[in-house]
């Protein structure tokens, strides 16, 4: 995500990061670049040519051109406007109402449907709410049963009306289910056209008449750049929606539809879509995407994620464990399963400040601990747990047991034994600290 926009925004500030001497020329060059960088991104011409002007007019104000790190002025003057350009600070959604009504709007392939299940599972795993699915696409069956397998696996109920060819009643249907059974947010998943066209706005306007929603979404995909804002304007007049979703950020996208959103129809995005699986949602946070486009980590939204993940029973067992000195492989193998439980590595590692730029190039992907793993899977209950008998013998049955080499059996348990001695010296460490503490 980004990476093309933040390597070139980087390149730009080198011109003031140098050793040279800063001059008006300097700054206004940079600019040239910054605006560029922002047009190859795909950010819309006004919202650029705006941008860089409001940078001007700041970094002149500062004084870049006296300021002893000059470069680095710039870069976090570039970072806050980035911030507002995106909306400033993240918006919720209203719940408002009982039950909450959301009404989803967007083209076909947007990402609504998919989104739809992901707010559900948010809400209802996140907020403890009770949504309601409905699947008011009269045209297509086949997004009516993916809305179906979608409320499956989340264990989401899914409201819909085989036959019934109008919209507008089934949408009243399904909120007078929703009261009956204690349904306190009903999420409608409305029918998207490829184009925008006059009878889709009519439908869905006509829906937006009679449940009359307490929160509009606009559900748009990232990658289709320049036109993701054109259609949002579209839909923005047509509808006063109140926020937009960007979907498959997680992808390869310049962008572009980020950075001008926001500024072209004035509605702040509330949710960025980063994967197909049904948490692979994030609230838009400006801030920490202004940091992650300028390379500068997102240590924030890292430790939220590790947080959620955090057992927080293992943790002290494990504690304990350490303690006593006997952490073993199926430790090992539990931590494993903890990071892979927060998600992508590449997007962990994008999260880190300064280590997403140099790791742009590596291939890391989940099946980095699939061979750890393998060797692991391939000892004995009582190789796990004792190590140290792990001997010639046994390392060869594991190397040829996970399907990969001695050499790399015999790094693993270098590995563990090393971390079995940092765990030691820690633990002894801290005895030590606290007889210190108790000394006069
Ligand atoms: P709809 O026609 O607007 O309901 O769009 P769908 O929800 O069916 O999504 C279209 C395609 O995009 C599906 O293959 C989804 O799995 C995929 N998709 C949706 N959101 C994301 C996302 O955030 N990231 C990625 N990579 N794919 C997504």
């Given amino acids: 995500m980004f990476e093309n926009l933040s390597d070139r925004l980087d390149r730009s500030f080198k011109l003031l990061k140098g050793?040279?001497?800063?001059?008006?020329?300097?700054?206004?060059?940079?600019?040239?670049?910054?605006?560029?960088?922002?047009?190859?991104?795909?950010?819309?011409?006004?919202?650029?040519?705006?941008?860089?002007?409001?940078?001007?007019?700041?970094?002149?104000?500062?004084?870049?051109?006296?300021?002893?790190?000059?470069?680095?002025?710039?870069?976090?003057?570039?970072?806050?406007?980035?911030?507002?350009?995106?909306?400033?600070?993240?918006?919720?959604?209203?719940?408002?109402?009982?039950?909450?009504?959301?009404?989803?709007?967007?083209?076909?392939?947007?990402?609504?449907?998919?989104?739809?299940?992901?707010?559900?599972?948010?809400?209802?795993?996140?907020?403890?709410?009770?949504?309601?699915?409905?699947?008011?696409?009269?045209?297509?069956?086949?997004?009516?049963?993916?809305?179906?397998?979608?409320?499956?696996?989340?264990?989401?109920?899914?409201?819909?009306?085989d036959g019934n060819k109008n919209p507008v009643e089934i949408a009243l249907n399904a909120i007078k289910q929703a009261k009956a059974n204690g349904n306190d947010v009903v999420i409608i998943d409305t029918a998207g056209r490829l184009a925008i066209d006059e009878a889709m706005m009519n439908e869905i306007a006509a829906i937006k008449t009679a449940v009359k929603p307490s929160e509009i979404l606009f559900v748009v995909d990232s990658m289709t750049g320049q036109d993701a804002v054109n259609t949002a304007k579209e839909f923005n007049d047509r509808l006063n929606f109140d926020g937009v979703i960007l979907t498959k950020l997680d992808g390869d996208t310049r962008g572009g539809a980020a950075l001008s959103i926001r500024s072209i129809v004035n509605k702040p995005i509330k949710f960025v879509g980063m994967g197909e699986k049904m948490d692979a949602l994030d609230i838009f946070h400006p801030e920490r995407m202004a940091d992650r486009i300028l390379g500068m980590g997102d240590i924030v939204s890292l430790v939220e994620r590790a947080q959620e993940q955090y057992d927080e029973e293992e943790a002290r067992r494990l504690q304990k464990k350490i303690a006593k000195n006997q952490f073993d492989f199926n430790d090992f193998l539990s931590q494993i399963h903890q990071i892979k439980k927060m998600g992508n590595l590449k997007d962990l590692a994008a999260m880190i400040p300064g280590v997403g730029k140099a790791m742009k190039d590596i291939d890391i992907d989940d099946n980095a601990f699939k061979s750890i793993e393998a060797i692991i899977y391939s000892m004995s209950p009582k190789e796990r747990v004792s190590p140290e008998i792990l001997n010639g013998s046994r390392r060869q049955r594991i190397a040829k047991g996970s399907g990969t080499s001695i050499q790399e059996v015999n790094k693993l348990i270098k590995q563990f034994d090393e971390t079995r001695k940092m765990m030691k010296m820690m633990t002894q460490m801290k005895g030590a600290g606290k007889l210190m503490s108790k000394m006069p």
């Fill in 19 to 161: 050793e040279g001497k800063i001059t008006e020329i300097n700054v206004a060059e940079t600019l040239k670049d910054v605006r560029r960088a922002l047009l190859d991104a795909d950010v819309n011409f006004k919202t650029a040519k705006q941008f860089t002007e409001t940078v001007k007019e700041k970094a002149l104000g500062q004084n870049v051109l006296t300021a002893v790190k000059p470069g680095q002025l710039m870069v976090k003057i570039v970072h806050d406007e980035l911030a507002e350009l995106m909306g400033g600070t993240a918006v919720d959604i209203s719940l408002d109402g009982n039950p909450a009504i959301i009404l989803m709007a967007g083209l076909q392939g947007s990402g609504k449907t998919t989104f739809s299940g992901k707010l559900a599972n948010l809400l209802k795993t996140k907020k403890g709410k009770k949504p309601l699915l409905v699947a008011d696409d009269i045209y297509r069956p086949a997004a009516i049963e993916q809305l179906r397998i979608l409320g499956t696996q989340i264990d989401v109920p899914v409201y819909s009306e």
